[in-house]
């Protein structure tokens, strides 16, 4: 396997964390730069795409949606989660509710409607997106987008989210505190999510 470089010029963006795009094969990876967020096309070492002070702070983190090419979600330290579509390079959806930085963003692997992100203002959430989902859902018109549930529990900032690779029902938040909690997407939202596909 060779290696592949890619040079930032001076005066760029301090790099703070990436991610590799799933639906590219290793091809493309995102990187996060202060309030940036920049794609790079591996195969021709160029950038693919930028998105310039997408946050009003620090971007702290992002999540490729599986279900739905060229969908990305963001989260930063000015609280908000963002979804963008990375075709024509807008913000499709704003979430608000953190009350402080946001520091993790999740999209459900299977149920691309549900979100989890988490923040230092000590609560994870559950978040309802069903406008930018893959597919069309008879459930939008009992839930609006936005917050679903907020799990306030924790004591410190909650740093982690992350779904279950082995139930798409089940997440794990994990505080800066050392305490980890493992929920379960309420039943009544579960069951409209259900009932749609039948």
Known sequence: MTSTNIHFFA???KLTN???????????????????LKGWDLRSNTEAWSLEQCHTQCVRDIDYNRNKQHTLSSCGDDGLIKIWD???????LTLSGHTHWAWCVRFNPLHDELLLS?????????WW???VASEPSEAASKHSDGPLRQYTT??????VSEWSGGDPWTFAMLSYDGRLLIHRVPKSIKYDILTQHI
């Open 18 to 36: 990436g991610k590799w795009n799933p639906q590219e094969s290793g091809a493309a990876f995102a990187t996060l730069q202060e309030s940036c």
């Open 11 to 13: 005066g760029s963006h």
């Open 118 to 126: 988490s923040g230092s203002d000590a609560s994870g959430r559950l």
């Open 86 to 92: 990375l075709r024509s390079l807008s913000n499709v």
């Open 129 to 131: 997106g069903a406008s």
């Open 154 to 159: 924790m004591e410190d900032s909650v740093y």
